[in-house]
């Protein structure tokens, strides 16, 4: 609707619409928070669809999925549904799965009907890996599994291959280590037509480098490519999108350095700060004009982050009134803080000034929710976690996917684990060490060593009779998957006939902490039928895809709810919220204990940064005189957090609450 595009155009300043109507070349939009980057990107893509061009050439990637569903949502009303899915907009992981599933095969991956069924292992199957290429290589003990999962990763990210890193590893005992395990790893997780969340950017990047097929496909495909938060892409991010910009060099991204705050995962500033040297010629558009915040958010934002040294020339203005000062409550402890902070929701929720939902309350580190949730529990006050233990990362949600997994590819080892000897079936734990030994020193799969369990020696008689009738229940189950039942029939029939129903039911009769499971079970249910609906074509394929990258679990149509929101200040980024409490801010906790370095103190207060300029309204700050020590051995005190004190003293009103 070219009305409608024409009256969003309307609504931004000078600058914002300057970078809005552009179509073709190459442009940097950098500014800073809440200046209307995302809104800029947004509205262009309306505005590009208004001009004919084709909605499926435009690849935007956005930093998660929530980011990507409120853009489509906006667009939707716009430009109209049938436009926005064709649009590949979403996480560069969810992306490159679409990508992968046409073209997997080209890397050796397996592929059924013309799609590559590759599975997606989450961080628990990549663990469960580790231990077992550990065991194998007498590294358990001597190693933790999180060591080689952040060395391997870091690897992908920087586009390492395993035979790369056993060249250039030389400096040190632990390295050389480690790079065994990466090429250990690697096969495995090919033989079990396995990607993890690394391979699938990284498996795009040598498509389209030593694929000249496929990559002039892709290339052909897409014309533009926008980026928001570029100040947080990776070498393997970076390369994907110059890779698939090579032919057309239609770029937009959008971004702020002093926003950049996952180098622990492989963010790098320099990229966003060589956008120019990479996509030259280009155009630089900046935004000086900050829409989301008071007058005060903006100077707290400001004064912070001036105590970094500015990587670019940046100015920004608030358009909004003054606003009420930053509000600095000392404490005496995490107990304390938790019952203030419930008291003063209370208030702010009564003065009907503030709804729930308009409350947020950030953290440094995930933990800190804890103390929050049980004082909210006893104040009637309704909050959500987001972005903590997702709902697919629960048990009993564990062990239904596994089932569908194995039953969809029998050779997904880390859930055919998972399920074996769950619920027990008298599979023990030696025969399971058995099998899986037999598995990884062969190198064939946990499928492969079950079918010829009569080959292991150690296995008992009965075990193996177990074993074999585990085997022929899947079979059943794919039978049944192929006699056109719908999913959702097929996964309660799963759910029953494997027994995991009858589990969850004896465990909730036992403990009342246990009935949630049941309740979760029947979401689940829910959720399959909701697909079935949505998908009438090939339902479960879609499922098994999603359900690998789903981080936060919401309800498509379910309106915001009204409830408190509680999140990392990593969790926050690109959101805003009327009234933002951010809690914990003691040296040690925040900046981390962990930072050493000046770098390392840098990211910590652009973390600080992006926490501080959330806010729209007003921002509270806690910090307490003793807490727990971080290793769990007994209190300590604690010096209020730096960061306190840069933010200028005239807008700051401090309370001693002892
Ligand atoms: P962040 O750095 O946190 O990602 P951002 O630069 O992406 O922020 P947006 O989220 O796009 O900023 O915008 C911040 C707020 O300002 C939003 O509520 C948006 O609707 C509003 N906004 C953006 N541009 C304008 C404008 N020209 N006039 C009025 N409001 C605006
Ligand atoms: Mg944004």
Known sequence: ????????????????????????????????????????????????????????????????????????????????????????????????????????????????????????????????????????????????????????????????????????????????????????????????????????IMNVVTLLEEHPDAAAYWQNKFHYIMSDEYQDSNPSQFNLLRLLAAPHMNVFAVGDPDQSIYRFRGSD??????????????????????????????????????????????????????????????????????AFIATKIKQLVMSEKYEWKDISILYRAGYQSMALEQVFVHNFIPFKVFGGQSFFEREEIKDITSYLRVIYNRKDDAAMLRILNKPTRGIGKTSQTAIEEYATSNSVSVYRALKGIDTIDSIKKAAAGKIKSFLDTLDHFEEKLNSNMSISAFARYVIEQSGLQKLYRTRAEKDKNEEERLDNIQEFINLMAHYEEN?????????????????????????????????????????????????????????????????????????????????????????????ARHDGKGVQSYDPSRFIMEIPEDITTKTELL
């Not at 004064?303 to 005496?332: C, F, H, M, T, W």
């Not at 408190?564 to 919220?577: N, Q, R």
């Not at 390392?600 to 807490?627: F, G, P, S």
């Open 1 to 200: 609707n070219i009305f409608q595009v024409a009256q969003m155009l309307a609504k931004l300043n000078e600058h914002q619409r300057e970078a809005a109507i552009t179509i073709d070349g190459r442009y940097l939009v950098i500014a800073g928070a809440g200046s209307g980057k995302t809104s800029t990107l947004t509205t262009r893509i309306a505005n590009m669809i208004a001009n004919n061009v084709a909605p499926e050439s435009i690849f935007c990637a956005t930093f998660t999925n929530k980011a990507a569903r409120e853009m489509k949502d906006r667009l939707e009303a716009i430009v109209g549904e049938d436009n926005m899915n064709k649009v590949w907009m979403g996480t560069f992981h969810s992306l490159c799965v679409r990508i992968l599933r046409k073209h997997a095969h080209l890397l050796g991956y397996e592929q059924v009907d013309n799609r590559s069924n590759f599975i997606i292992y989450d961080s628990y199957d990549v663990l469960k890996l580790i231990e077992r290429i550990y065991k194998s290589l007498s590294f358990d003990g001597k190693y933790k599994p999180g060591l080689a999962m952040h060395y391997i990763d870091d690897a992908k990210n920087n586009l390492w291959t395993p035979e790369y890193c056993s060249y250039n590893n030389a400096e040190s005992r632990t390295e050389q280590d480690m790079s065994l395990v990466y090429s250990h790893y690697q096969r495995i997780m090919q033989e079990s037509n396995a990607m993890d969340f690394g391979d699938l």
């Open 535 to 627: 998908h009438p074509d090939k339902p479960l394929d879609e499922f098994m895809q999603e359900i690998s990258l789903i981080s936060d679990y919401k309800q498509d149509g379910e309106d915001e709810p009204n409830v408190v929101k509680m999140m990392t200040m990593h969790a926050s980024k690109g959101l805003e919220f009327p009234v933002v409490f951010n809690i914990g801010w003691n040296e040690g906790l925040f900046p981390s204990w962990r930072s050493n370095t000046q770098e390392d103190v840098e990211e910590e207060r652009r973390l600080a940064y992006v926490a501080l300029t959330r806010a729209e309204e007003k921002i509270y700050i806690t910090y307490t005189n003793q807490r």
């Open 269 to 338: 500033i320099g990229i966003i700060m060589n956008f120019e040297r990479h996509f030259a010629p280009c155009t630089v558009i900046k935004l000086e004009d900050n829409y989301r915040s008071t007058n005060v958010v903006v100077k707290a934002g400001n004064g912070l982050i001036s105590n970094n040294p500015a990587p670019y020339d940046k100015v920004l203005r608030a358009n909004k009134d003054e606003g009420e000062n930053v509000d600095i409550i000392q404490l005496q402890s995490e107990y304390t803080e938790a």
